[in-house]
């Protein structure tokens, strides 16, 4: 096979097409949870706090000297990095617990299907044969 050939048999299976649509769908829905948290949480959080912005919050580590810039510790990006964090991870949770929960119903729904008779037992079996010999002997 060629290189191309073995490329498009790899980009043409199923879970590769679905990672891909996962990846763009995923992109968007960062955007989405930023927004939120940028948007929405972030100034709530402001409120409580007296500070402007959260993203803002840093520790100096380290003044500026002449043209050396201060060594900050940014951790009020990093608490809005959280945040983020914490929102798409519960979303993927509860996708993931969505599908697990129709899996497990179309799993259970051929169990319920009427089951059929049980095989007869060799008892049963030898029953009916010895009823046809005795039919086949009676006949004679």
């Not at 763009?24 to 409580?48: C, E, H, R, Y």
């Not at 951790?75 to 949770?93: E, H, K, P, S, T």
């Not at 009427?114 to 086949?136: C, D, F, H, S, V």
């Amino acid at each position: 096979m060629t290189l191309f050939s073995d490329f498009k048999a790899f980009a043409m299976k199923g879970n590769v097409v679905d990672m891909a649509v996962g990846v763009v769908v995923g992109g968007a829905f960062s955007k989405i949870v930023s927004s939120l948290v940028n948007d929405i949480i972030m100034p709530l959080a402001s409120m409580v706090t007296g500070q402007k912005d959260i993203s803002n919050l840093a520790l100096v580590l380290k003044e500026a000297a002449g043209e050396n810039p201060a060594v900050t510790l940014n951790y009020g990006m990093f608490i809005q990095n959280i945040v983020d964090f914490l929102i798409i991870a519960f979303c993927i949770f509860m996708c993931i617990r969505l599908l697990s929960g129709l899996h497990r119903k179309q799993e259970a729904a051929p169990a319920a299907a009427p089951l059929q008779p049980a095989p007869p037992t060799t008892e049963e079996l030898l029953g009916e044969i010895r009823a046809l010999l005795e039919k086949n002997l009676a006949q004679k």
